[in-house]
């Protein structure tokens, strides 16, 4: 406990970085920063060295440890076996990790992250929740931000599958953000782990994001973006994956579209494409035996039908975003392999 709290006041100090930080712990123990401050005033501040001299940093991390655990949270420090692996070898990794639910030792060389546009198209949101699910069915854990559109997608599949999912925060786990996926993030932690970086309530700020990403970017040995615009913070993720070297893969989509400009740019600067579960898995190496195909499962229209609920062209065009006519040439090349089936009135359902 001594060790966490150490940690915790040292992030806790003003005017510091994990990156001054990392400095800083290269040189000396926590405790022994935390015990003579002004033998590193070269990286810190002065205000940080008054804190830590005044004990103030150490009190304010006993108090966010003891609110932590009265909530039902977790604070992870860097030299805990369960921290995670890959993240421990990036460039500024956090010194703490505020944890809801279970971090699972190793999981992070197998697992991926799968990122994309807040504003995910329906289509993109479903092809990112069916390739998920077969990631996660294949045993591979699912990191993502929570974030609307594609994120949110993305936990959900890993769900679906019954695998694990990680949602990295770009606030604090007291600010939950955005507040409508809070139901959602109660499911994650039951099946994996909400984790931030930031004390407890640290709202939701732009600038806080970034950091968020290189989280994402750090904790699995690969990447996916399915949808981005050309500004995308999935983007920021992508290079941020690529500093770290970490492996980049991209889903292709329409040239014009507002939602996927950034993935074709990814790939056509070096990004693995990705059209289902099967690339993934075969660019990290990995072999697994989905309990679906994932080339059947993934299709962003099959992830839209059901077996046992007939579904119409209207209502699939308004969900996927289709042109009718490339709807109707996909669901014909469907039909034609027996993977829907055409029922009367022109309802389709999924074989």
Known sequence: MTQVVDALALSLLPDVNPRLLRAACARASAAQILAAPGEHAD?????????????????????????ASRRGFDVVALDDPRYPALLREIHDPPLVLYV?????????????????????TPSGCAFARGLSRDLAEAGLAVVSGLARGIDSAAHLGALDGQGRTIAVLGSGLGCLYPRENASLAEAIANNGAVVSEFPLETPPHRQHFPRRNRLIAGWTPAVVVVEAGERSGALVTARLALDEGRDVYAVPGPPSGETTVGTNQLIRDGAALVRNARDVLEEMGIEATPRRSPAESSDPLLCLLDRDKPCSLDQLQTQSGLAPALLLQRMTELELESRVRRMPGSLYVRS
């Not at 940080?48 to 966010?64: Q, W």
């Not at 809801?100 to 995910?120: K, M």
Request: hydrophobic residues 40%; proline residues 4%.
């Open 100 to 120: 809801w639910g279970t971090l699972s030792p190793g999981e992070g060389p197998r697992g991926v992250a799968i990122v994309g546009s807040r504003a995910g």
């Open 43 to 67: 990286l810190l501040t002065t205000r940080a060295v008054a804190a830590a001299r005044s004990g103030e940093a150490v009190d304010r991390a006993r108090r966010e440890i003891a609110e």
